[in-house]
């Protein structure tokens, strides 16, 4: 199966990053089992963000957290 790891929107001259999308699919320990791990956005004119997500025993969205959030997104 394929997964997405970047998605991204440039300006080619002079090269700026307008939108930049990154996706990590596996597990610290290199287990892929499809569940989406961390997404960060940045670019010119895009607040920087990123999330990273937990899952429970049966693949169910546990938590969603937010570093840079002072809300944490817990």
Excluded: H, I
Excluded at 20 to 30: E, K, L, R, V
């Amino acid at each position: 199966r394929q997964q997405v790891t970047q998605m991204r929107v440039y300006k080619p001259s002079p090269v700026t990053n307008m939108l930049n999308q990154t996706f990590t699919w596996a597990a610290a320990q290199g287990q892929n089992n499809g569940n989406l791990m961390a997404f960060a956005a940045s670019g010119t004119g895009t607040p920087a963000f990123s999330r990273s997500y937990t899952y429970d025993a049966l693949n169910r969205l546990a938590t969603m957290s937010s570093p840079a959030d002072a809300s944490n997104c817990a």
